[in-house]
C-alpha cells in the first residue's frame, strides 16, 4: 500500500494536504514528522488534511495519527482539521 500526497494553500491561507492511497502503520511516523515540519513552515496558518482519495485506514495507524494531531492542535498556534472523512472512516476517528 503507498499513499501519496499534494500540498497547496486555500484562498484563506490554510495550508492543504490532499492525500490518496492507503494510511497504515508504516506511513504513521513519517507522516506525523512530515505535518509538524509543515506545522512549522507554516506556523501562522492551519493544515486541513483532505481524506477524500483514502481508500484504507489501518486501525494500527489510525490511533497515532489522532494523536499527533491532537498534540499539534493542543500545542500549536495553529490547528489541524480534516476534510472529506469518508462515512465508513468517521466511525473509527470518532473511537479514539
Same mark, same amino acid.
Given at each position: 500500500?503507498?499513499?501519496? +500526497?499534494? *500540498?497547496?494553500i $486555500?484562498? @484563506?491561507?490554510?495550508?492543504?494536504?490532499?492525500?490518496?492511497?492507503?494510511? &497504515?502503520?508504516?506511513?504513521?511516523?513519517?507522516?506525523?514528522?512530515?505535518?509538524?515540519k509543515?506545522?512549522?513552515?507554516?506556523?501562522? +496558518?492551519? *493544515?486541513?488534511? $483532505?481524506? @477524500?482519495?483514502?481508500?484504507?485506514?489501518?486501525?494500527s495507524?489510525?490511533? &497515532?495519527?489522532?494523536?499527533?494531531?491532537?498534540?499539534?492542535?493542543?500545542t500549536?498556534?495553529?490547528?489541524?482539521?480534516?476534510?472529506?472523512?469518508?462515512?465508513?472512516?468517521?466511525?473509527?476517528?470518532?473511537?479514539?
Amino acid at each position: 500500500m503507498s499513499i501519496k +500526497s499534494k *500540498i497547496s494553500i $486555500d484562498v @484563506n491561507g490554510n495550508v492543504v494536504l490532499e492525500m490518496q492511497g492507503g494510511f &497504515d502503520y508504516e506511513y504513521s511516523l513519517p507522516l506525523n514528522t512530515e505535518l509538524k515540519k509543515l506545522m512549522d513552515k507554516h506556523s501562522n +496558518s492551519n *493544515i486541513i488534511i $483532505d481524506l @477524500n482519495e483514502i481508500d484504507f485506514v489501518g486501525s494500527s495507524w489510525i490511533s &497515532d495519527f489522532v494523536q499527533a494531531i491532537k498534540d499539534i492542535n493542543e500545542t500549536r498556534g495553529n490547528k489541524v482539521k480534516l476534510k472529506n472523512v469518508k462515512s465508513e472512516f468517521k466511525r473509527v476517528f470518532k473511537l479514539y
